[in-house]
């Protein structure tokens, strides 16, 4: 079955930029979707089909997806960014969706 | 304003039966596909099922399929997920998700969960 590997944690200095790559087979070649959840909140989508912002987000938040990985961009890094951050995409082999297992940013 | 409200979690011996329902308001639910999402204590995020506008297509995933069934009424603007034989790692919050511009994914409303404990 399918596969999204992803760094469990990754950290950043505020006004910085944080990456955070989702890996898979030949993921170039399907659609990614990535999802931020605060603490204590329900997930929110961030970026849709591997670089589409959807309405109010802003632009220093940024997707791409080429080969094995797909990366979500956060630039000029806030405070208020931390949280987790899943990748998603459609298996469509086994009809199910995936997630990643989630990378926590730390914004030290 | 888009709307999704979930309800029916609570705590469930193993084996039990729940009856978890998603209320939607602020849009077209006939017009949306319609998924569950759950999320075991301090774990990652789990897609659990889908179901198309119509309600004629379902998807499942493996660790829920054959206990979990999917439904809609779209005239109640209501989604529900019935859930079966259920098991301890069934244990989690419960989130219903529309799925954009008519499709499974992305999903890009969420509610605010129902908690599901599955416990002796």
């Known amino acids: 079955s399918y596969v999204l590997a992803q760094p469990p944690s990754v950290s950043v200095a505020p006004g910085k930029t944080a990456r955070i790559t989702c890996e898979g087979n030949n993921i170039g070649s399907r659609s990614v979707h990535w999802y931020q959840q605060r603490p204590g909140q329900a997930p929110a989508l961030v970026i849709s089909y591997d670089s589409d912002r959807p309405s109010g987000i802003p632009e220093r938040f940024s997707g791409s997806n080429s080969g094995s990985t797909a990366t979500l961009t956060i630039g000029r890094v806030e405070v208020g960014d931390e949280a987790d951050y899943y990748c998603?995409?459609?298996?469509?082999?086994?009809?199910?969706?995936?997630f990643g297992g989630g990378t926590r940013l730390a914004v030290l | 304003e888009v709307q999704l409200v979930e309800s029916g979690g609570g705590l469930v011996h193993p084996g039990g039966s729940l009856r978890l329902s998603c209320a939607a308001s602020g849009f077209t639910f006939s017009h949306s596909a319609m998924n569950w999402v759950r999320q075991a204590p301090g774990k990652g995020l789990e897609w659990v099922s889908c179901?198309?506008?119509?309600?004629?297509?379902?998807f499942y995933a493996d660790s829920v399929k054959g206990r979990f069934t999917i439904s809609r009424d779209n005239a109640k603007n209501s989604l529900f997920l019935q859930m079966d034989s259920l098991r301890v790692e069934d244990t989690g919050v419960y989130y219903c998700a529309r799925g954009e511009g008519g499709g499974i994914l992305p999903e890009d409303y969420w509610g605010q969960g129902t908690l599901v404990t599955v416990s002796s």
């Open positions: 179901i198309s506008d119509s309600g004629s297509t379902t």
């Open positions: 998603q995409v459609w298996d469509s082999s086994s009809q199910h969706a995936l």
